[in-house]
């Protein structure tokens, strides 16, 4: 390719004394511009065009470096170089970071995820995201599984014991309730310190009861067991069941205020339990067939029963 010298034009340099490369704008036949860097190397004088001035500025400044230190020119830089560094550049400057900065990003990614690949891990991150649980404090979950039970017809009672059982947990664990683990509520039954065996086993029911909905509402893993089915249930010790004589219940009886003996009684000769003695009304008691008539929700099952008065 022939060069006419008699239309040179626009001279750079980069750089200075033996590290100064000088760029010549020189205008060929065809049309097109071509940049001739020339520099001196040695006693030597060499030369290397390029095409675009953008690549000869940037080869320029490489010689420049290298020269500055002592080190031998070469074709350190190819336009395939270049052309690959352009696109590279484009690349990370198209998600508003320098190409350094996403190098640095991809190496720390890489020694993270080891032998996966980049693409495939965010491939199953990604697939992950749709399985994410909704994030909810146990006071959260507390409020919503005590009014399932008012909306499902629960007893009072029951409502009442489930809203002491939880405000109090949720008081002594205040945190995500997917982020609860079984020593964290062994620890809080095992604070109860006023409480014997069968009350906390209450207390665990109650929790294992409202983790159990918390799964179901897709707020713990549904594949996993809960953190309340894991925890440590307290042995109760068996005892003897006394049985009063007919003299022990005669000495209660006469010593019972007038208020207490209806239950005392239903309780002694009809085998009705406190919580079901405590639901009934007089209208309940059918003197003429000898019964008492406890409606099923009035019952620990819900089942409707008749008790025979003794």
Not at 47 to 70: H, K, M, P, T, Y
Not at 128 to 133: A, D, K, S, T, V
Request: with cysteine; charged share 25%; aromatic share 8%.
């Amino acid at each position: 390719m022939s060069l006419n010298k008699n239309k040179r034009s626009n001279i750079v340099e980069i750089g200075t004394g033996p590290a100064k490369v000088t760029i010549y704008t020189l205008n060929r036949k065809d049309g097109f511009p071509e940049f001739t860097l020339s520099w001196q190397e040695g006693r030597a004088r060499r030369r290397r065009s390029l095409s675009r001035i953008d690549e000869a500025r940037i080869v320029a400044q490489q010689f420049s470096v290298r020269l500055s230190n002592g080190w031998v020119v070469g074709d350190e830089v190819t336009k395939r170089d270049l052309e690959l560094f352009g696109h590279c550049e484009a690349l990370a400057q198209r998600h508003g970071v320098s190409l350094s900065v996403a190098l640095d990003e991809w190496d720390g990614d890489s020694a993270i995820i080891g032998q996966i690949s980049i693409v495939d891990a965010v491939r199953s991150h990604m697939a992950g995201l749709g399985n994410l649980l909704a994030v909810k404090s146990v006071s959260q979950v507390a409020a919503e599984f005590v009014t399932s039970h008012r909306i499902l017809g629960t007893s009072e009672a029951c409502v009442k014991n489930c809203t002491a059982h939880t405000d109090r947990f949720g008081e002594k664990v205040s945190r995500n309730i997917s982020e609860i683990t079984a020593g964290q509520i062994n620890h809080f039954l095992a604070g109860l310190t006023t409480l014997g065996p069968t009350s906390k086993n209450h207390y665990r029911r109650t929790l294992f009861t409202m983790f159990g909905y918390a799964r179901r509402q897709g707020y713990l893993d549904a594949h996993k067991k809960t953190a309340a089915f894991l925890s440590d249930a307290f042995k109760v010790c068996a005892k003897e069941i006394e049985i009063f004589t007919p003299e022990e219940m005669l000495q209660l009886l006469l010593a019972c205020h007038a208020r207490m003996l209806p239950m005392l009684a239903i309780a002694a000769f009809a085998g009705v339990r406190s919580a079901e003695i405590g639901r009934l009304y007089w209208e309940n008691v059918k003197w003429d067939r000898g019964h008492i008539e406890i409606a099923g929700s009035k019952t620990k099952t819900d089942t409707p029963t008749d008790r025979s008065a003794v």
